[in-house]
């Protein structure tokens, strides 16, 4: 940001919002896929999990700006590896230490945070060609308009396939076949397959509100 | 400044390594102390769900203080015994089972075992460790004081497939093992698991987890290569014996006394109470 634009001119607060619609990483850009399908299944893994995104793609880009004149080109994505890998070492042990049960849950998928192409793609497109600050927003909008695809998901997964949303049980128990009710939990919703059709789903939603995002 | 000569480069790079590996270490080394707690309340709070307690550690608000509490209250002894069943110095809790079974002489095995005393209903619990399918499987069996019948069983994994091996985590796995039997008649059989059909579901048995075969074995190829080890140790238990629970009631030069197992005192007790049975007469 030059000196005389104010931290959240209307340019660096469109760099937070645009992710979560026409540039959401997930649905318009289908990266992260993988992540998404994987840790959906309960809402409190999802939550963690967009947080955690969150902060390494916010933090890596912002590292990454700050050091954008002094990296040697040819050693570029090796310094962009190593800063993003150190953040999410960093975030897997707070995790270990401080959230133990969800870090379980995560296992391998918080040190492949590392893979996501959300934070490579936002450090090479965005963080080395910006200031730390506006570089530090457009991560921090990226990492949660993924987490935000990810909590839906994983709202419509764990209320219909476990009956509970964060380990609460929503569906009445006596609805239940078992005690005498007439509902049953749809265990398809629990595998994987069935986050790639939410995840669709979701596309077909947003495409039908924002026509712009129609491929002719 | 040229920032793509070699000189930059190497440097460049040197610097940055040694920053981000400075940072690591530091932040292993301040997280250490919690993370090596989580580690201990996990192992405790297995051990004491394979006695069917610390059922509700997932609704407490402090998790960490309940599960103490519970081993506190529950778990009474922790030791070491040797593949003889003898009794070895050590510390129980921290003993690496992986590397005892590693040990290529099982004799110098020290095997670690928790008591468990509940309403006045002992339970052993000991210990098992295997290979799973893509890694390490472990559990905690508890036996009751017969030394043959499983009381319930505990188990996890590292990275067993979702949905099929990983079942083996689940209660609806474990609380099958509830009264099975590890002894036919005087030969140790441990339990199996099966696909049921296979054999006549017995008490030695208990049904596998459709889709996770390897698994499932792996879980039976545990019990039978761990629980083996303590052969010895169970035997002696049982020559050992009390009548009842910590106490035995022996005939000394006449005297019908009432000796504490445990503290070994001998007190007179009023002989209306007891028919004595003679074995010597027989």
Not at chain 2, 86 to 115: H, I, M, S, Y
Request: net charge neutral; glycine share 8%.
């Amino acid at each position: 940001m030059s000196q005389k634009e104010p931290l959240f001119s209307a340019k660096n607060l469109k760099l937070f919002t645009e992710p979560f619609n026409n540039g959401n990483p997930v649905t318009v850009l289908v990266l992260g896929i993988c992540s998404a399908l994987a840790v959906t299944v309960k809402l409190q893994p999802a939550i963690v999990m967009g947080l955690s995104v969150t902060i390494v793609t916010g933090f890596s880009s912002f590292i990454i700006s700050l050091m954008r004149n002094t990296i040697p080109n040819r050693i570029r994505i090796i310094v962009q590896l190593v800063v993003v890998a150190a953040l999410v070492i960093l975030v897997d042990q707070v995790l270990k230490a401080y959230a133990y049960e969800v870090s379980k849950q995560l296992s391998v998928f918080v040190g492949l945070i590392i893979t996501n192409c959300i934070i490579m793609g936002r450090i090479e497109a965005f963080a080395l060609g910006n200031k730390p600050f506006p570089s530090l927003v457009d991560g921090l909008g990226n990492g949660a308009a993924y987490g935000m695809i990810l909590v839906i998901v994983a709202f419509f997964r764990e209320l219909l396939g476990s009956g509970t949303l964060l380990g609460f049980q929503i569906i009445p128990e006596s609805w239940y076949i078992k005690n005498g009710g007439f509902y049953e939990n749809n265990g398809l919703m629990i595998l994987p397959p069935m986050a790639l059709i939410v995840l669709g789903i979701i596309i077909w939603v947003q495409r039908s509100f924002n026509k712009s995002l129609v491929e002719k | 400044m040229n920032t793509n000569s070699n000189t930059y480069t190497v440097i460049y790079s040197a610097i940055l390594v040694i920053i981000v590996a400075a940072a690591l270490a530091f932040a292993a080394g301040a997280l250490k102390v919690p993370q090596e707690k989580n580690i201990e309340i996990e192992k405790k709070m297995n051990i004491l769900m394979s006695v069917g307690k610390a059922a509700d550690a997932a609704q407490v608000t402090d998790k960490n203080a309940y599960i103490e509490d519970e081993y506190k209250k529950y778990i009474v002894e922790e030791y070491l015994v040797n593949v003889k069943g003898e009794k070895v110095e050590g510390n129980a809790f921290a003993t690496d089972l992986k590397a005892e079974l590693q040990k290529t002489n099982p004799d110098n095995r020290t095997l670690p075992v928790f008591v468990c005393s509940d309403n006045g209903k002992t339970l052993y619990i000991l210990p098992v460790r295997g290979a799973g399918l893509w890694g390490a499987i472990w559990g905690y069996i508890s036996v009751e004081n017969d030394f043959n019948t499983v009381f319930g069983a505990n188990f996890d994994h590292v990275g067993e497939t979702p949905g099929l091996g990983a079942e083996i985590a689940t209660p609806a796995f474990q609380k099958q093992f509830a009264g099975k039997k590890l002894y036919d008649a005087d030969k140790f059989v441990s339990v199996e698991i099966i696909k049921p059909g296979s054999v006549p579901v017995n008490e030695h048995n208990v049904d596998g987890i459709s889709g996770g075969t390897i698994t499932s074995k792996a879980v039976g190829a545990m019990l039978f290569n761990c629980l083996s080890n303590y052969q010895a140790f169970f035997a002696k238990q049982k020559r050992n014996q009390p009548l009842c629970l910590g106490k035995m009631i022996v005939v000394e030069d006449g005297f019908m006394v009432e000796k504490d197992s445990i503290t070994g005192y001998y007190k007179e007790i009023d002989t209306t109470n007891y028919i004595l049975i003679d074995r010597s007469i027989q």
